[in-house]
């Protein structure tokens, strides 16, 4: 008797990574060429610091980062910026431009230099009412934001300052083509919302422990897997909530060809 055929497996339906086209932004890779097509873009560079929206002011465009990363900051009463989240390329910024909401509740600022793809808020939202393929995805992303919200919540009550320093490190590595990091005690105590003098004993802790290292404004990550085991379970969980939407992160690598997508 003849062997039997193996069944093929369902084809998975085109995706706008095979076009080269997203610049390594992986949700929109995520996206089915014609949606992602459907999306006006413009690709610009954002230098470390360039405020994008404060607290208050209208919300005039969605940024997908190619490499990077970019901070929501909550702005506090005494003129405290606390980090609330922050996206790389596994992301876009923010949530809240999809909401009809014109006035952006947060301070955004790339804690980095980034490239990131640009698009109207007009244009965005059209597309999410009139594209199934970009709506799901994006509700989706927003639903594993939401999910990670409030883990942060958890962690900055559950967790040292030393196992979220460990934490929010290598989430920037993970964004950023190298283990030398552009941040300074001072950027890492709005992020983590905790006194300079905090920061400086959390990461002496962490250098003392030949995980860290820094000097003039930089931190080197020295040794990745112990930098793992001494972060907070946040970081996997974070990692987790990523992958199931977008699949696994991939080892940092050049961007991929953007030769397509319009240039400021």
Request: aromatic share 6%.
């Amino acid at each position: 008797m003849a062997a039997r055929e193996k069944a093929k497996a369902p084809e998975q339906p085109p995706r706008a990574a095979a076009t080269g086209l997203t610049g390594g932004n992986r949700l929109l890779a995520a996206l089915a060429p014609d949606d992602f097509n459907a999306l006006r873009l413009t690709e610009v560079r954002l230098p470390k610091g360039k405020l994008l929206v404060q607290p208050g002011e209208e919300v005039k465009y969605g940024y997908f980062p190619l490499d990077g990363v970019l901070s929501l900051l909550m702005v506090l009463e005494d003129g405290t910026p606390v980090e609330v989240a922050n996206v790389g390329s596994e992301g876009f910024v923010d949530t809240a431009s999809l909401l009809s909401i014109d006035a952006s509740p947060y301070r955004v600022e790339p804690q980095t230099d980034v490239v990131a793809l640009r698009i109207g808020v007009k244009d965005l939202r059209q597309a999410f009412r009139e594209r199934a393929g970009v709506r799901d995805l994006l509700l989706r992303f927003a639903g594993v934001v939401l999910g990670c919200a409030g883990r942060s919540l958890a962690c900055k009550v559950s967790h040292t300052v030393e196992q979220r320093m460990a934490k929010w490190l290598l989430m920037a590595r993970d964004r950023i083509a190298g283990d030398e990091l552009p941040f300074t005690h001072e950027t890492l105590s709005d992020m983590l919302g905790v006194r300079r003098a905090t920061v400086s004993e959390a990461a002496e802790g962490l250098k003392g422990r030949g995980l860290i290292d820094y000097h003039r404004g930089r931190i080197v990550i020295t040794d990745r897997a112990g930098l793992e085991d001494a972060a907070c379970e946040d970081y996997d969980a974070f990692r987790h909530e990523y992958e199931r939407l977008l699949g696994p992160i991939p080892a940092p690598a050049h961007l991929t060809s953007r030769q397509d997508i319009d240039r400021t």
